[in-house]
Each structure stands twice: as C-alpha cells, then as structure tokens.
C-alpha cells in the first residue's frame, strides 16, 4: 500500500487552529522586547497567508533568521526567558508548516505550551485574561478540526461556554485538592534578563527604573497596631560596599548569623504578599524580630528566602522598629562600614574630617550634615548627572537628587567622618486601600536610606532624603506621573483612585485564594473537618472524593443539558402520551392524535370524556392552523398536564 | 476515501476479537446500544495532548505555579468531559433496519440501515465502519435517517457482514468511542454472471411453437407498477389515467418454457456453470420469454418476472460449493 497524502486542511479550519495558536502565543509575546514581538507577529501573519507549503530551504532560512532574533533580543544569553521566546517564536512559525490535519493537531497541541510558558515568567491580570481567550479559542479549533468543515459561529461559541463551564468544578477539584509538592524536585531555570525589584547595587549616577515601575511590590497587612506612616521602612538588602560609583552588597553577610536586638517599645505583627521577583530577598518591617517562615535573616538583619521567589510568598513577621542592638560590631564588619574607595570626592572627605574635627560626634553630624541638606538641597528624580567625583559634584555643586543620591552621600560622608555607615534599600511608605486594610507598595516606592553605628545604640536609621524640606521637593514620581496622566485623562485621581483600590483589593483577594496556595495551605485545607495537617493519603482520598464528586455533577448536567426546547404545549402533549402509556396505552409513532384518544378513549370511556376534547384542542391547534393567543395555549398546556387517566374500577 | 488510522485505533479494532467485547455474540434487529457496549479510547492526538498536559502537570506542580495548575486542570477537565460527551453521543442509538437488495458477486452491496435514538439529543459525527468502507452521518433529535453502506462482495451466497463499528471522535478528537454492531443478518449475493457468454439456447423441445416475442404484441392487461419493472414497459398513457404507474403484462403465448438446465452444460465446471447460468437467467428474463431453470435437485418451473428472477438467481447463489453436494 502507497503512503497515502493527506488531505489539506481547509481554509476555514486552518485559520481557526491559526487563531487558536496565535491567541496561545499572545500573553508570552507581550512579554517580550516590543521590537522582537512584533516580528514575531509578522511572520506569523506571512504563515497566516502562505496557504502552500514554502520550499523547505526558505522555511529554513527563516527558522535561522528568526532564531537569532530572539538570541540577539536576549544578549546571546541562555536562560529560562530566552527559552521561553525561543518556544513562542517556533510557535509563531509553526503555521508554515501547517497544511494538513496532523500539522494542525500538532500545532494546537503545542501551542498549550506557551500559556504555561507565560505563567512561569508573570502570573498578573494581564497574562490571565490572555490566556482565558487562548484556552476559549482552543477549543473553538479543536470542535472545528473534529468536524472538519463550516459551522454557525453561535452555537459553537454556547458549546464551548457549555463545555468551559462543565470543567469547571473538575479544575476547581483538581487546583485545591491535588495533592502538591511541598519541596520542588528541581529548581526553576534562570531568566538571562533580571527584573524588577531591589537590586544588588545601587548607582547613584544612573536612572533607575524602578522609579516608575508601577507595578505592586508586596502587599502588608498589620495584624493588630499599625505603625505611624513615619516608622513603615521595609528592609531589604544592605548596601556595604561603594567603589565611587556603585554601592554593592557584602556576599559574606548570609554565612553569619543575625545580630542580637533587643525589642523597646511597640512591637507590630504583619502579614505580607511579596510578588515574585526571582530574588531570595524579602522585605521585613525595620528591625525584624524574627525570620518569616521561609527565610532566615542573614548578619545585616535582611530576610533572604530559602529559594528565589518565582511565586507569590505570604509570611508574617515581627517588628519592633525601635528595637536596639545588643551586640558589638567585630573589627572586620567595622572596617567594612568604614572603607570608602581612594582617591574619590576629596571635598566630602575634608568635609567630613573638617566637622569632626571640631569634635562632633556621630549625631551631631548627622544634625549638621541634615540641615545642610534641608537648606541647600532639592529633590528631584530628574537628577542632572554627575563625573567622576560623584559625591562632591552632588553636595558642591548640583544638590539636586533623590534617595539615591542622599543616601550614598550620607553614607560617604560618615564613613569619611570615621562613623561605620551603611545604606538599607527597602520600601518606605505605600498606599492605604480602604477596601482591604492593606498596605500596597510598588516598585516604585523603592527607596534607600542608611545607618549609622553608634556605641552603645548600634545601628540607627538615619533618613537623610525624609530631610529635605518640602518645599524643596521640585519633581517627584508622583508629579511626573500627574503630568503624563493630565495629557489623557485631566487628572481624574479623585474618580480613578477608588476604582483602583476597589481594583487591587480583587487583586489582592485572588492572590491570597489563588495564587498565594501551596503545599503548606494546602495540608490546612482540611482543617475544617478536624484534620489539622493533612498527610499525602489524606489529601489524595480528599482529592479522590473532591473529583468524583466533581464527576458527578458534570454527568448530571451532561444529562439534563438536552432539556426539551419545544413548544409548552407539544411538550403536555407528549408528557400526556408518556402517562397513557404507562397506564397501558402506548401510542403507536404512525397514529395521529386524534384517532390515538379515539382508540383510549374506546378502550377506557371514563378518560374519553376528558381526553377527547383536549386532544381536539391539540390537534387542531397543531395541526389545523388553528391560532391561539399565549393564554389560550397556556390554557391548553395546562389542560393537557393536568389530565389523568382515572383509575379503572376493579369491577 | 480511506482515513489513515492510528495505533489506538488500530488496537480497539484488532481487540474487537477478543470474548470479552460486547456483544459477544450476533443479536437480532432492532439493536440497541446500551453503556454497557460502548468503549472510548483516546486517538493519537488525544494522547499527545495528555502528554503534554502531564508535563505541564509536573512542571506546574514543581514550580508551585497556581495560573498554570488551573490552566493544566481545566483543560484537563475538559477533555475528561469530552470523553463522557462521546460516550453520551452513542449512548441510546437503536439500529432498527438493516438490508439491501441483492447484487452480483464482485458488485458493492449497499446496505442500508435506518438509525434512531431516543432522547431529544442531536448526535452529530457519527461514522459507521464495515469491512472496510465507512459513512459519516449525523442523527439529529427525532429523525430516522437512513445510512448507505456499500461493502464489498466477492463470492455468491449468503453474505454475512462482519462486525460493524459505529464511533464518534466528537467533540474536540481527543477520543473515540465505539460500539460494535453484529446484527444476525444474512443478505443475498447473486453468482456474477458470465461475461461473453454464448447467446441463449434455443428452446429445447419439439420447437414447432414460433417464440413469442413480449414487446409488440397487444398488452394481455395492465397491472401496477413492481420494483423493478423496466421503464419501457410502463403504460404511461393509461398509469396517467389512473394516477398511478401501471405496467403491461404482455402474455405470450409461448407453447413451450425455456429451459435452462444445469445437466445441459457438463462441459463446464461448477463455479462457471452457475455463472452461465446467471448470465442466462438474465437474457431470459431481458427477452421477455418465460423459463424455466433445472438444477440438481431443484427444479423451478417456468416463469417470468423479478420474482421469479430473484427465484431463479437465488437458487444459483445457494447452490452448495463444488464438491460439497456432489455423491
């Protein structure tokens, strides 16, 4: 037997499936470099056109064309990004070779991969609601390429409504009930490209983006007190080292362990939402009493996590934000907090040396070099830039910056002065939402501040951007942010900002429901019926349960779906000649009404009385174009429900 | 047109002979098809995308990502359901008729067979297979259609289709369900007639009486229409008159039968012989005379007329194999 060539897909049912693969690719490309994106998208609209199979040659070249795209969009470095472009980009050239039914399945088979590819790299609003039109438009092609030719649109689309909403209560058995990994087997690949969030280094001469990243950061729930807006500084890595123009972390500081603090004054207990950033940092409310449960606090009293968090992580944590170090610095950590890189800024350091020498210790400093800041200096985000000596050109000559630059020229100007300093970045600050009782923070309420040591206190916080008067503040994030938002909508905050809220609150809640579940909420979820910590066996027969019990109401559905849409009165009608027949008269199919109620009526007089006329009714109304008004065939409807057949004396 | 099948397919079919497969053994019409009978299977695309959604599974699980968990769950979910919705699609169809007019040996017997269901459910896509050949057909709510399968034939007799598989791959393809049919049905296939065959003997016998021709002569009386009746011999005239189709009956007035008899032709073998014999038959019964056909212990007197046609062609077609019912 010859190989037979397989039949072409049809013009209809190869868009279809095209579509279908086009809607899978949507939510990874829009994560990739626009430029990349759209060439993507431009090949696959050639494929879209190309009906006939290209010259394997040209497919190819295009292959190899567009595999150094995506190398080139990601600096020819390999990481889980770079996979996940490389999957999106086969997929967008896949159509070229998508002629036949098998071509198509293959197709609509792997094109399920990138949502999953998707999710791996962002799990927010945008990714989910592309992908829900890429799963609604799989099935439209599936259904398509079983029927193989052209069907009404509309009752597709009801079927496939239907059938999303039939898998309903199995996805929802399966998301909570299947049994999770409490420990991954394998780690996920890196991205190439890092992302958003509190770096390792901090370059006061270079714009950062995460100044107008504004996307959320983490969200903080005070469980009981809430600290004054002032006291919410969010620590996150510590910055020890400065080279004159980057302030980078100290590697050592995860292999000792926490300073001792001793907890004065109120103590606040929080829960937080920290969205994934791929790092192991965490954030904790200054100075953290403890370590969340996933992390450990490492010797500069920042929480490192376990893992790096690629998923939304809950902790809850202690504070005391004016809790006091009980320890010693040891001379190394001292001579750390001390180094400055030689031969930068000479007019800070005689500064500093200057001021000192006229006997000021570390406070009196820092109230001299404050107010200094308070009447000279400006905020602005729009910093002018600075050369070489970064930090004499911004304290002599621009004094104009933000927390970057006030941080670090605090921190340099201490450690001049002989003060161990060093700089905290964090978060400070955030947006109440009434909705929730939470503390929303994004990106781009990143910011940076310091400490200084001081015998007998230790590390005290020392804000020295909080310094800056305000009528000083020239241009912050918010303003710019006004400024562009006032081109389109006319500063509408006072409309938008609870729309937001009310937003963020649903966002948040699906977070906490959906993506915040793991393993360990998972082995709570049985606590309801008395099971505190679910073991494997328990959670597998509750999932076996959960599924069945999911079967069972989609075959109940699947069963009572096909509901007689036909006319009430055709439907009294032929639920009357069920009830004859199972009294003993079945209706024979040929017979019509009326000599089918002559027959039972013959057989049986005390129901002719009743069921000849009605069946008159019926028939006349069916068959002799007898019209009648909605009462009257209300009326009919009912008649024909009501009647029974009496029963037969036993005479 | 022949659809390739795949390996899953391949495997129901050859499972079908294993005892345990319902039904286990041949039942008469109407046949219903109950859930007892019905088997799903996943087709190949079907266990593509169940791989890919168990790697999506493990990867989802290991990452802990909850969006990709839901995605693999719900389309999960709908492929289990779509496994229900084929089943539910066969579920409850009655095969109530099965027949088809005989043919000759070599020709494709069209079977027609009539499908109903019970319920108000539309079945689409439906596929009968049979030796081979398949339909595809649809039975919507409340209709009786009527599928044509033309399988086969290549040997004169009793002709007992093998078992028949109606399935579905609605709604999405991932999976198959069948059932299998084994009505207890026999149909007729004619011997093929002799190609070239030598022209009619003439009548055997004293000869005298000149053979009647049917056509010309005065129409003896008209009678209704019969299957099979050929379109010339329709009264159009009169079957207008009388708002029906009447046919002529021509009577002739042939003295003597033609016979055609099976000891008259030893020269030839056995298989050959029944086919000449069709072939004669045939010419006879296209000339319009009566006759009359003698076979080994069977003798059907002269005739003429589908019926006796059929008669005589099917006398032909039951005839034993050579050597069965020599002594």
Not at chain 1, 314 to 321: A, D, H, K, L, Q
Not at chain 1, 498 to 520: H, I, K, T, Y
Request: with cysteine; proline share 8%.
């Amino acid at each position: 037997m010859g190989k037979a060539v397989p039949p072409p897909l049809d013009r209809g049912t190869r868009h279809a499936c095209l579509l279908a693969a086009g809607a899978c690719a949507l939510p990874m490309l829009v994560q990739l470099p626009p430029w990349l994106a759209v060439a993507l998208a431009l090949a696959f609209a050639l494929a879209w056109f190309s009906a006939k199979p290209w010259p394997a040659a040209w497919r190819l070249l295009l292959t190899l064309l567009v595999g150094g795209l995506v190398l080139a969009a990601f600096e020819f470095r390999i990481g889980r990004d770079t996979s996940c472009a490389a999957l999106v980009a086969m997929l967008m050239l896949k159509p070229f070779e998508t002629h036949t039914r098998r071509d198509a399945q293959s197709l609509l088979g792997f094109s399920l991969f990138a949502p999953f590819a998707a999710f791996l790299q962002d799990q927010g609003p945008l990714t989910l609601g592309l992908a829900l039109p890429a799963v609604a438009l799989s099935v439209l092609a599936w259904s398509r390429l079983s029927q193989g030719r052209a069907v009404p649109l509309l009752p597709e689309l009801r079927r496939m409504a239907v059938a999303l909403g039939l898998a309903l209560p199995l996805t929802l058995a399966g998301f909570w009930l299947f049994p999770r990994l409490s420990t991954p087997l394998w780690g996920l690949p890196e991205n190439s490209v890092g992302r958003m969030g509190l770096g390792d280094r901090m370059t006061p001469n270079e714009w950062l983006d995460a100044l107008v990243d504004d996307s959320p950061a983490l969200r903080a729930r005070f469980l009981g007190d809430t600290p004054p807006r002032a006291q919410m500084y969010w620590r996150g890595p510590v910055l020890m080292h400065f080279d004159g123009e980057a302030w980078t972390r100290d590697i050592g500081a995860g292999n000792l362990p926490a300073p001792a603090l001793e907890p004065l004054g109120r103590t606040f207990r929080y829960e937080v939402m920290f969205e994934p950033t791929e790092r192991r940092d965490l954030v904790a409310l200054d100075l953290p009493l403890g370590a969340p449960e996933s992390a450990s606090l490492n010797s500069e009293l920042t929480a490192v996590n376990a893992e790096p968090v690629n998923n939304l992580v809950r902790y809850t944590g202690v504070s005391s934000p004016q809790a006091r170090f009980t320890g010693e610095l040891t001379p190394w950590q001292r001579r750390q907090a001390l180094a400055l890189p030689p031969g930068r800024d000479p007019r800070t350091v005689a500064l500093a040396q200057a001021w000192r020498a006229e006997g000021a210790d570390a406070a009196a400093l820092t109230a001299r070099f404050l107010a200094m800041l308070r009447r000279d200096f400006k905020y602005t985000i729009s910093a002018p830039p600075v050369g070489r000596d970064a930090t004499d050109d911004f304290l002599f000559s621009t004094r104009l910056g933000f927390c970057q630059h006030f941080s670090s020229a605090y921190a340099v100007f201490m450690r001049a002065a002989g003060i161990p300093t060093r700089v905290v970045t964090g978060y400070v600050g955030g947006h109440y939402n009434r909705y929730g009782a939470y503390w929303l923070l994004k990106h781009k309420d990143a910011h940076a501040w310091d400490e200084v040591w001081i015998e007998g206190r230790g590390w005290v916080r020392v804000d020295p951007t909080a310094a800056i008067a305000p009528d000083n503040i020239l241009d912050t994030l918010d303003d710019l942010q006004a400024r562009q938002r006032a081109g389109q909508a006319g500063g509408a905050d006072a409309v938008f900002g609870p729309m937001f809220d009310a937003g963020d609150f649903m966002r948040r809640q699906w977070n906490e429901l959906v993506l915040g579940f793991d393993a360990l909420r998972q082995q709570e979820l049985l606590r309801p019926i008395g099971i505190d910590r679910a073991d494997a066996w328990q959670l597998v027969l509750a999932f076996g349960i959960g599924a069945g019990l999911a079967l069972a109401i989609t075959l109940w559905v699947l069963l009572h779906q096909h509901r007689d849409r036909s006319h009430p009165v055709l439907r009294a009608w032929r639920a009357l000649v069920r009830r004859l027949a199972r009294a003993g008269y079945p209706k024979a199919r040929h017979e019509p009404p009326l000599a089918y109620a002559r027959r039972v009526s013959a057989a049986h007089p005390d129901a002719g009385a009743a069921l000849f006329p009605v069946s008159q009714r019926y028939s006349d109304w069916r068959y002799a174009a007898t019209t009648l008004t909605e009462e009257q065939q209300a009326e009919l409807a009912r008649q024909l429900r009501r009647f029974r057949i009496p029963s037969r004396s036993r005479s | 047109m022949a659809v390739a099948r795949d390996g899953v397919e391949r495997f129901g079919d050859a499972a079908a002979r294993f005892a345990f497969v319902r039904p286990k053994r041949p039942e008469p019409l109407p046949v219903q098809i109950g859930r007892r009978r019905i088997y799903v299977l996943p087709t190949g695309f079907g266990l593509f995308l169940g791989a890919m959604l168990a790697t999506m599974l493990v990867g989802g699980l290991n990452y802990n990502n909850n969006p990709a968990l839901l995605l693999v769950f719900l389309l999960a979910g709908l492929a289990n359901n779509s496994l229900v919705q084929a089943h539910l699609l066969l579920s409850g169809i009655r095969l109530r008729s099965l027949h088809a007019d005989p043919v000759f040996a070599g020709e494709p017997l069209p079977l027609k067979l009539r499908f109903d269901a019970a319920g108000s459910r539309d079945r689409p896509g439906l596929e009968l297979l049979c030796e081979g050949e398949h339909a595809e057909f649809s039975l919507p709510a409340g209709e009786e259609p009527e599928v044509v399968l033309a399988i086969p034939t290549h040997r004169r007799g009793w002709l007992v289709p093998g078992r028949m598989r109606l399935s579905t791959l609605r709604p999405y393809g991932f999976a198959r369900a069948w059932s299998w049919l084994r009505p207890d049905i026999a149909l007729l296939v004619y011997p093929a007639p002799e190609l070239g065959a030598p022209p009619l003997p003439a009548s055997v016998g004293d000869g005298d009486s000149p053979r009647s021709r049917a056509h010309g002569e005065q129409p003896h009386h008209l009678r209704d229409y019969r299957a099979g009746d050929m379109p010339r011999q329709i009264a159009w005239k009169a079957s207008a008159r009388a708002d029906k189709l009447l046919v002529r009956e021509y009577e002739s007035a042939v003295a003597r039968d033609l016979l055609l008899d099976w000891h008259a032709l030893p020269e030839l073998a056995h298989e050959p012989r029944i086919r000449r014999l069709a072939r004669w038959v045939l010419e006879a019964e296209r000339s319009g005379s009566r006759y009359g056909l003698r076979l080994p212990g069977l003798e059907l007197p002269g005739g003429r007329g589908p019926e006796h046609r059929h008669a005589c062609l099917r006398a032909l077609a039951l005839l034993p194999e050579a050597g069965a019912g020599r002594g």
